[in-house]
């Protein structure tokens, strides 16, 4: 059975400073691992794509890094702003096209 | 924007009732996919068309059925709701292949009483 795990729950961090979010994934034949961000109410934007070739891809102030051998994910934010309020959800792709979401991160930003 | 749209945004239903969601994809793509999103949770897979065809299914029972239009717009079809049927109800558009990006809607937010 297909599944993501993500870390923290949630978080709360200052503006200005770094975080880093975590995801374990099951997901087989696997594919390609992303993460999106989803503001209150609003539907997933993605951030980043990786296939299983890809160790990081970054997006503006978003880096994910994958590693494939161990299934592990991390999306990195730098210099946080408050706009990064969100939840951060890691989602893995296997070979047919879908896709397994993970519970997601709750991050604050704090002035 | 991602030029997905979907209506309408709100619903307010009762249990036991039958309710149909809209989803117009972006220009240019084939295969549209609809989530169930529990409030504080991951969206879950409820089935995928591509080309007019159900093309996937993940684990909810046929009250939950969906069509496909010749212009790749879809409908979510739900009878006979049940109080967990209230969450937010996603689709996301994409080109066929496994590694393309689906783009989301808005998505409509159903509420069963």
């Known amino acids: 059975k297909n599944q993501v795990e993500q870390s923290p729950q949630s978080l709360i961090i200052l503006e200005g400073k770094n975080c880093t979010l975590q995801?374990?994934?099951?997901?087989?034949?696997?594919?390609?691992l992303r993460w999106y961000k989803q503001d209150t109410g609003r539907g997933p934007v993605s951030l980043t794509i990786m296939t299983f070739s890809e160790n990081t891809k970054s997006n503006g102030r978003y880096t994910a890094t994958l590693d494939a051998d161990t299934k592990q994910s991390s999306l990195h934010i730098t210099a946080s702003q408050l706009s990064d309020s969100a939840s951060y959800i890691c989602?893995?792709?296997?070979?047919?096209?879908?896709?397994?979401f993970g519970a997601g991160t709750q991050v604050v930003v704090t002035p | 924007e991602t030029g997905v749209t979907q209506s309408p945004t709100h619903l307010i239903k009762t249990r036991g009732q039958q309710v149909t969601l809209r989803c117009s994809s972006q220009?240019?793509?084939?295969?549209v996919s609809w989530y169930q999103q529990a409030l504080g949770q991951g969206p879950q897979f409820i089935f995928q068309y591509y080309r007019e065809e159900e093309n996937g299914r993940g684990n909810f029972p046929p009250r939950f059925s969906g069509l496909q239009f010749p212009n790749y717009s879809s409908e979510l079809n739900v009878n006979a709701l049940e109080l967990d049927d209230s969450a937010l109800y996603l689709c996301?558009?994409?080109?066929?292949?496994?590694?393309?990006?689906?783009?989301f809607g808005p998505g409509t937010r159903l509420t069963v009483l």
């Open positions: 220009s240019g793509h084939n295969t």
């Open positions: 995801c374990n994934y099951t997901v087989s034949p696997f594919s390609n």
């Open positions: 996301a558009s994409s080109s066929a292949g496994s590694h393309n990006e689906q783009f």
């Open positions: 989602v893995g792709g296997d070979s047919w096209g879908k896709l397994q």
